[in-house]
């Protein structure tokens, strides 16, 4: 409903920003908030090893593997697009001149977006997906949690919910491991 990952050139800025600051929460893994409060000073775009320092709560910042070349071309357009060098990642609609976007405004931009499309999903929900997905590609709980920026396990735990299939799977490569040792 926002944009495609190929934008044509048309797209208003506003819903370029839209489509980068969502993919940005689900990429990373963040708090919309702590989208809201990227900086263009926190990305790293070198190639191959693309990063983004997230600040997080408690004063607590991380550093994210950018990992979807799709996603960092659609950056960089964004980026080229805006102008932006320094300052907000993600800026109030005011000519494309104003503060950081506010939470409020982008959950409010998020909520319009899902009603135009018929669903309703928390714009947090993107976090949990993230994490959902990365627990059902095999990668490791405690990656997981660092990624998040989650002080413990358990808390990442609440996120990591395997897809019925891949627990399915686990299962039976348990038991097919288990009979080749018993025969």
Request: glycine share 8%; net charge positive.
């Amino acid at each position: 409903m926002i944009c495609s990952r190929r934008p044509r050139k048309e797209t208003p800025l506003d819903r370029l920003r839209d489509r980068v600051l969502f993919e940005t929460a689900y990429v990373c893994g963040a708090r919309a908030s702590e989208v809201c409060g990227l900086y263009v000073e926190d990305l790293d775009l070198r190639l191959d090893d693309e990063h983004v320092r997230i600040h997080g709560k408690g004063g607590s910042v991380r550093t994210v593997l950018l990992d979807d070349r799709g996603y960092v071309t659609l950056l960089k357009l964004y980026l080229a697009r805006a102008g932006y060098t320094a300052g907000p990642l993600f800026r109030a609609s005011i000519n494309g001149r104003g503060g950081p976007l506010s939470y409020d405004a982008a959950h409010h931009r998020w909520q319009g977006y899902c009603a135009q499309a018929g669903v309703e999903i928390d714009i947090h929900q993107l976090r949990h997906a993230h994490a959902t997905e990365l627990i059902n590609a095999g990668v490791s709980i405690e990656a997981v949690r660092r990624r998040l920026g989650h002080a413990s396990t358990e808390t990442t735990q609440l996120y990591a919910l395997l897809d019925d299939k891949v627990a399915d799977a686990e299962i039976r490569a348990a038991r097919r491991r288990r009979d080749r040792a018993t025969s």
